[in-house]
């Protein structure tokens, strides 16, 4: 059968890393979270103090950061390494998440990250979410998917996922990051977040998770 490369772009907390994920898992393909590559290299930044501002500092740290992802025999779960260590928690955390959209907008880091997903991705038969996906990264993709949702219903069902992860944070903390980093992705001057034109655009407010992951399986097998 026919592989191909399923893009999924769209806004901050709606669901995106997990349905793809479910997505892969029910095609047999590779998952790769574009968004915790950024949010690696935002932690690599915050360890060693590196001023964003000074392209020399960013460029010798970009040298230095190797990101990895393992899946772990104990969980099943996919989880990311920086430099060796296993960060799949702490770039998930409040201080990275703050940060990682300042990161993104600088274009080194871009020009590096995307070599590394286009590599990850040249044998097909992968799922990969970010927001620059079905735009700048596999430009061809033969789906692309476009997700959006309510910035509360978001920020409720992040704050469920740090909550089982153990992190208590107020929801208006949430809604504020989510829609920080909305508004920085958007309008940022290097590949911002928009929908790609040949994109299908799903709005997962009121579906469940299950309908949703169905919808784009569904989508994806219309093209293999
Ligand atoms: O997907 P996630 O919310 O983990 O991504 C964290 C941040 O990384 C985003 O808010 C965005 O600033 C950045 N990002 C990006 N391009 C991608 C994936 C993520 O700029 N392809």
Redesign the pocket.
Known sequence: MQKIVIAIDGY??CG??STAKAVAQNLGYTYI????M??AATLHFLNNHVVLSNPKEVNKYLESLEISFHLNPDNGKQETYLNGLNVEDEIRSMRVSDY??EV?KIKEVRTELVAQQQRLGKKKGVVM?????GTV?FPSAELKVFMSADLNIRAERRQKELLERGDLVALEKIVQNLAE?DQ??TTRKESPLRKAEDAVELDTSLLEFEDQVNQIVSFAKEKI
């Open positions: 901050s907390g995106k890393s979270d574009s968004g915790a950024y949010r990682v959209s993104s979410d970010g927001r620059d996906i990264v980093r920085v992705d």
